[in-house]
């Protein structure tokens, strides 16, 4: 069975600073891999996911992750946060039809 | 030009009620989800639909029974409602594997359950 875990359940930061939303997954073999971001009281956004032909991806919002198979790690980051990125932040992996969804990060960013 | 839309988008009501949330989704994809979010945000699959027929179902009670009428449509009905079915149910759509191999799910805007 696959599975992430989210490092870290909640990450404060001040406007204009670095994020980093840390992901590891377990896998038995090659895994399809993505961000969600849901912003309060709104539904599920994609923001990127891993699709094995990069291991830099690039998402929306300035947002960007690295898979990392020799650590199975896929992080979150972005270089300069920004108001709007309050919000909870869903690592997910899926087994085909099977989406297993980590335990949440929130981020919250300090004006 | 919602491409998942749910309704309704909260819904309170009393124990022992029944009720329906319906979702449609103008994508044309072949595959819809029925996922719960529970007060901790935690989200886990409860069923999912392709082409109208049933392909997931997890370990959920059989007072929640999907319905999938064509496969624009993935209704979810739940008969005798328990303050634990107080939720957010979120419903999904996906189409076939991209170019990269991967299926992605794309999501309406949950429905707030709320159970007195």
């Known amino acids: 069975a696959q599975s992430v875990t989210q490092l870290d359940s909640h990450v404060s930061v001040s406007e204009g600073t670095p994020v980093l939303l840390r992901c590891n997954y377990s896998s038995s073999y090659s895994p399809s891999l993505f961000w969600y971001v849901q912003h309060p009281n709104k539904g599920l956004q994609l923001l990127l996911k891993y699709t094995s032909a990069a291991t830099l991806v690039k998402g929306i919002n300035g947002f960007e992750a690295e898979f990392k198979k020799s650590e199975t790690s896929f992080h979150l980051t972005k270089p300069s946060a920004h108001m709007s990125d309050a919000a909870e932040y869903f690592c997910v992996v899926s087994d085909d039809y099977k989406l297993s969804f980590g335990a949440g990060t929130t981020v919250t960013v300090r004006a | 030009d919602t491409a998942v839309s749910q309704t309704p988008k909260y819904l309170v009501t009393q124990m022992g009620n029944d009720k329906s949330i319906k979702c449609e989704q103008n994508?044309?994809?072949?595959?819809m989800y029925w996922y719960k979010q529970d007060s901790k945000k935690f989200l886990k699959i409860m069923f999912s639909?392709?082409?109208?027929?049933?392909?997931i179902n997890e370990t959920v009670p059989n007072r929640f029974s999907p319905k999938s009428p064509d496969k624009a449509h993935l209704n979810l009905h739940i008969n005798s409602l328990e303050l634990g079915d107080s939720a957010v149910y979120f419903c999904a759509s996906s189409q076939g594997h991209d170019s990269g191999g991967v299926e992605t799910q794309y999501f309406g805007p949950g429905t707030r359950l709320l159970v007195l």
């Open positions: 639909y392709n082409n109208k027929e049933l392909i």
């Open positions: 994508l044309g994809h072949d595959t």
